[in-house]
């Protein structure tokens, strides 16, 4: 699968319900510092919807993205490897993160959804959210990650 780039019209009702919850939870960000707000749902194969938002600290390195709190999150469930699929939203600016209108997640965060494919032995597909919210960036994690490390 090759990144496309898709309108909102065109995604499935799951695809539709996983973006919306990761915008849904924007609001739950704590981002006091750098004022970017990311939300990140997981799709699991049951057809249920997890959800993640980024969590600052001011040394900025002991951050946890939108992305990591939720599979770490599902891990705790014990939920990690009914993972499906990943959406990933966000507002604000964040200079380090200015890299087009779509916001994909960052190289820890394409290392640890690849943990999770290597887990379900699925390439996971990333839906990264417009800045403008009218349309979709889909990639599989083996796209935004090719030489991930692995077993």
Do not use: W
Not at 2 to 28: G, H, Y
Not at 135 to 142: E, N, V, Y
């Amino acid at each position: 699968m090759t990144p496309i780039e898709l309108p909102l019209s065109a995604l499935t009702d799951d695809e539709r319900a996983l973006v919306a919850a990761a915008q849904a939870v924007l609001p739950n960000a704590y981002a006091p510092y750098s004022h970017f707000h990311v939300g990140a749902a997981l799709l699991f194969s049951d057809g249920t919807i997890h959800r993640g938002a980024n969590f600052e600290n001011v040394s900025y390195g002991l951050s946890l993205c939108a992305e990591t709190v939720a599979l770490a999150s599902a891990n705790a469930a014990g939920r990690l490897k009914d993972v499906t699929m990943i959406a990933v939203a966000a507002e604000g600016e964040l200079e380090a993160a200015v890299t087009g209108e779509f916001i994909p997640p960052c190289g820890r965060c394409r290392q640890i959804i690849a943990e999770v494919a290597n887990l379900t032995g699925l390439d996971i597909p990333v839906l990264m959210l417009a800045r403008s919210g009218d349309r979709i960036r889909r990639a599989t994690i083996s796209e935004l990650l090719p030489l991930a490390f692995g077993k």
